[in-house]
């Protein structure tokens, strides 16, 4: 007999499907809309399974990469 799995372990396995950015984004403002800063302070079990899916989108979008401040010297622009 078998289980479904939880949204925490399809994060934690990677078993969320990204098509694209546009619907990766989409699923992510939506999620942002269902939380609230007191599910994240005092999470219920889909809250953490929603925060975790989250997390997971947002780590898996090479668009939003954090650029390295160290390659840039803010004295010489050009």
């Not at 984004?25 to 939380?35: A, G």
Request: with cysteine.
């Amino acid at each position: 007999m078998d289980r479904e799995i939880t949204m925490l372990e399809k994060a934690i396995y990677g078993d969320y499907e990204i098509t694209d950015i546009y619907t990766n984004l989409e699923r992510c403002r939506e999620i942002s809309n269902e939380l609230k800063i007191l599910d994240i302070i005092e999470p219920s079990g889909r809250n953490v399974g929603l925060i975790a899916e989250l997390i997971y989108r947002m780590n898996n979008m090479p668009e939003l990469q954090i650029i390295e401040m160290d390659e840039y010297n803010l004295n010489q622009p050009n």
